[in-house]
T-cell receptor, first 110, second 112 residues
Framework: SQKIEQNSEALNIQEGKTATLTCNYT??????LQWYRQDPGRGPVFLLL?????KEKRKERLKVTFDTTLKQSLFHITASQPADSATYLC?????????FGRGTSLIVHP | KAGVTQTPRYLIKTRGQQVTLSCSPI?????VSWYQQTPGQGLQFLFE???????NKGNFPGRFSGRQFSNSRSEMNVSTLELGDSALYLC???????????FGSGTRLTVV
């Protein structure tokens, strides 16, 4: 069955450093991969989408890579700030049905 | 522009009752999907509607149903509530499959 894995342990980093979050998947051939940010008690907020034929996408301090051979996506936040502290979810989409990972909590310490 | 609006924000129901949740998508978005989020299972897809038609359905029992109106507003209904239905129910709208989803703030349902 399709499986998406994100680190269940929280990622703790110091302000100013680069945070790197991982999303691995199996038994899936997604057309798109998306990353979302979720704050407690709120709905996820869309950050970036990358297509299967794209290797990398950037938006301001955010960068996403997508390796369909390794079946992995990396999500980077450069010059991280305490305001970046949240849970980050990856989502794979094939035919209109997105599958979300459980998310990784990022904590940026001042 | 206005985001995705979900009502109510909080709801407490008793086992065996039924509940209806409402979602107003972003203007112009014809796709509306619903999700259940729990600490144990994460974010799980319930169903998706496009132009008043259910286009996809997740792996949930028939007690979970939904519909979409001609103005793209959507409702979901859960009948014969069980304690395990306690969750954050999220609605998301989308312009197209490659534009990402805009989520509402959700309805927190507690079944007692």
């Amino acid at each position: 069955s399709q499986k998406i894995e994100q680190n269940s342990e929280a990622l703790n980093i110091q302000e100013g450093k680069t945070a790197t979050l991982t999303c691995n998947y199996t038994n899936y051939s997604p057309a798109y991969l998306q990353w979302y940010r979720q704050d407690p008690g709120r709905g996820p907020v869309f950050l970036l989408l990358i297509r299967e034929n794209e290797k990398e996408k950037r938006k301001e301090r955010l960068k996403v890579t997508f390796d369909t051979t390794l079946k992995q996506s990396l999500f980077h936040i450069t010059a991280s700030q305490p305001a970046d502290s949240a849970t980050y979810l990856c989502a794979l989409e094939g035919s209109y049905i997105p599958t979300f990972g459980r998310g990784t909590s990022l904590i940026v310490h001042p | 522009k206005a985001g995705v609006t979900q009502t109510p924000r909080y709801l407490i129901k008793t086992r065996g009752q039924q509940v209806t949740l409402s979602c107003s998508p972003i203007s112009g978005h014809r796709s509306v999907s619903w999700y259940q989020q729990t600490p144990g299972q994460g974010l799980q897809f319930l169903f998706e509607y496009f132009s008043e038609t259910q286009r996809n359905k997740g792996n949930f029992p028939g007690r979970f149903s939904g519909r979409q109106f001609s103005n793209s507003r959507s409702e979901m209904n859960v009948s014969t509530l069980e304690l395990g239905d306690s969750a954050l129910y999220l609605c998301a709208s989308s312009l197209a499959v490659n534009y990402g989803y805009t989520f509402g703030s959700g309805t927190r349902l507690t079944v007692v």
